[in-house]
């Protein structure tokens, strides 16, 4: 069952946990919860990446697009002044 589902999952690396146990439900009749089948699965590194996705240039190219300047990278951080 573990080499079919390694198999499987190289196979359509877009499948998720929830797809792999209606799928195993359906070919093998068994129970399995979508925790234990991430968790075999990260075992040899076929987990998708936890979190959320890196961002991307995407944003500040845009706004380099829209406003003709280049953004900078530090714009809108407010430093308190001592009182």
């Not at 195993?24 to 996705?53: C, D, E, M, W």
């Amino acid at each position: 069952m573990k080499e079919w589902l390694y198999e499987r999952k190289r196979q359509d690396k877009t499948l998720t946990g929830p797809d792999l146990v209606k799928e195993l439900a359906k070919r093998f009749k068994v129970k399995i919860s979508v925790g234990h089948v991430n968790h075999i699965l990260r075992q040899v590194n076929l987990s998708r990446q936890t979190g959320r996705p890196p961002k991307t240039g995407a944003k500040k190219e845009a706004v380099e697009a829209e406003t003709g300047e280049a953004g900078v990278d530090n714009a809108g951080i407010f430093f308190p002044g001592g009182g």
